[in-house]
């Protein structure tokens, strides 16, 4: 599982992540990761998980796997196809990514299955409670009207990332909890932790900076 | 574009047809392509166009793609993404990965604008017309009863193809047609070209084969 | 079917247009309709379609229907039932409520099997053309950005309204053209008639007006 | 709130129970219920819920509320509205009417806002649990591959109906527990009861029984 604290990167469809731009963004990440013994995970489309599994040793992730197994299911995400390109983890209901209750269910038991390390996201302290019910790896909560934002979840909502911490242990004190939206700096990182989060789960931070490294390089000085 | 008649293979997320088992079958389809002169184009999941597109010749094609433009669309399948990866074309609207209308229409322009080749399919005559008003490359009819099954659309509902090629030749006579569902052998792709169509779109019928080599072999005796 | 050119309002779910409002604002354009010799429709919530059925005799229409048969459907809105709730005809597709394009083709089966009238939704040129084929009774092209605006479409995008017009007519010359999106005088529906168009579906302008009844006599007055 | 034990019947989209004969079903469980002082329910179709509510004294309930407020959203059920029409309760996330996770907790919070009563149904007992976080009224458990058939849950698969009880109080012993899928008789119910529910949800058990009064009596004897 990963270790923790850790900052995963989630590189969403955004241009500038998207084939040898991910592959570039994860070679960044693991360097920094390397020099600054700091954890960290980067997410990305499924047709890039082999390139950029091929090329760092950090973890890299699928965006999301359906609540399927192998057979005509013509276009939609295996688990096992992103476990053999290369990928260790995945995201689970995101919230562009919304499954319905069962199929999140299917998608942790499947990601069990198959030894596939998981975040299921969440969108409140409510939704957090109820994820936590399934037991997977982590929860993160993301509060949909922050993300993509200029300010970070850790200020704008403090008390979503406490509560979820609380809430999720409540049900399951071996889940563990991340945060994010609008997550930017090594500040908003540290203030993460501090509300008991085991990390963040950030996009647009990392993906739309001019200066990629040096933002990395600043989120893992918070940790 | 495709060189038609062809013969389309869509490998589905079958597990006979992920990852290093997707390859060997692009590679076979590959190499009687050579051999026989036949057009052939293999879709496959996302996470294996690449390895595919770089190891063989014949179009490699994407199972589907999202009404989406770069940006915020975690676990989507981004057209740019597919073509970066090495897909020269995409299904569209499959039975097993169907559409909203607006979104048929959306995808179609988004392949268009990155000069994706696509097949649309339908499940019946009134939406292969309706289709073809948007005037695609292809279309493929597909009667979503007979997917999978043991025979052939072109021995069970022989109208629907006939049908279809002339209804969408009513609208625009520029659009070509495949058909799919029970295709297995190269009486039936004969009896395709025979009703009409450009060519057949199967997935089990190859997939699901013991000898795979002998079925594309068989398949290519029918054009 | 419709006598036209007509005035279409769908209430949708607004506040002031559940229940005892729905049924004023049925009352509103049943007077109106009368005094004029306006030909008007109005779209209710499914719980509100006896209510109005029962007191107007303007013609009481759903907002919606679902691609299903009698059976077990859970929550979902026959066609069946609300016809014999009293309604008789139908929205199909609107752009709150999008369709898959097999199923749009099942919605207008459907309505024609149980002689429902139906207005199916577009949200541009080609969608429009690719309804046509269908041949429904009406297609509503409304540019869902446009939707609950000031601007009329018929001013906005007048070409969208004369494109729908030509393109269906192209396809089936039978099919008849509304158009909505922003509409609220008898302006805006004197335009869309000289635009082509056999009408107009609203919403808003109705719905959201302090004096309806002097918003509907205006509308009326455009025709 | 529903008094307790409770038989819940969802007469879903049935031929049978649609308009006047959902009306003469709800008649039936009326007279019985006052006859054998069994507290029963009745979850009829959206446009079947006034005439319902008008005509019988025990709870008449929809099948489904969408997870809206007031506003635009063209044919989706808007919780108000059932409420208006006469409902005092409803079904939320049906197996055949599944919802995304967020929107199961936005329903809930809609339904408490409004003091509808509520049934969150769930397909297992990890989905139960999940359920139970967010403290609605009650939960449902129901094997979707039970529903419809001939074995009573309470007979095919009895553990989860108790694992269900155990889990969903283990998070919050408030809530009250349900099953259903296969009820059909006096027994069914008994032993649901034995196995720690608080009554049944059935379906076609009643609706597609040619003597409705006597299945509905011989159901009532269980309890």
């Known amino acids: 599982m990963l270790k923790i604290p850790v900052i995963v990167l989630n590189v969403k469809t955004y241009a500038e992540a998207t084939g040898n731009e991910a592959l570039e963004i994860a070679k960044a990440m693991d360097k920094i990761s390397k020099e600054t013994g700091t954890s960290m995970a980067i997410c990305v489309q499924a047709t890039d998980i082999t390139k950029c599994a091929e090329n760092v040793t950090i973890p890299v992730w699928a965006e999301h796997i359906d609540p399927i197994k192998p057979g005509s299911h013509t276009g939609w995400t295996l688990p096992e196809a992103v476990k053999e390109a290369g990928a260790i983890g995945t995201l689970i209901n995101h919230s562009e990514h919304r499954l319905i209750l069962a199929d999140v269910d299917t998608c942790i038991t499947r990601a069990k299955e198959l030894n596939l390390d998981h975040i299921v996201c969440s969108n409140n302290v409510a939704t957090s409670k109820s994820i936590a019910a399934f037991s997977p790896n982590f929860v993160a909560v993301e509060p949909p009207e922050l993300i993509g934002g200029d300010i970070s979840v850790t200020t704008a909502d403090p008390g979503i990332v406490s509560g979820s911490v609380n809430a999720v242990h409540k049900v399951d004190d071996k889940v563990k909890v991340l945060c994010g939206?609008?997550?930017?700096?090594?500040?908003?990182?540290?203030?993460?932790?501090?509300?008991?989060?085991?990390?963040?789960?950030?996009?647009?931070?990392?993906?739309k900076a001019k200066d990629k490294e040096s933002v990395i390089r600043d989120l893992a000085s918070g940790l």
């Open 181 to 207: 939206a609008g997550v930017k700096n090594g500040k908003d990182v540290a203030k993460s932790i501090e509300l008991g989060a085991d990390g963040v789960l950030l996009a647009s931070g990392i993906v």
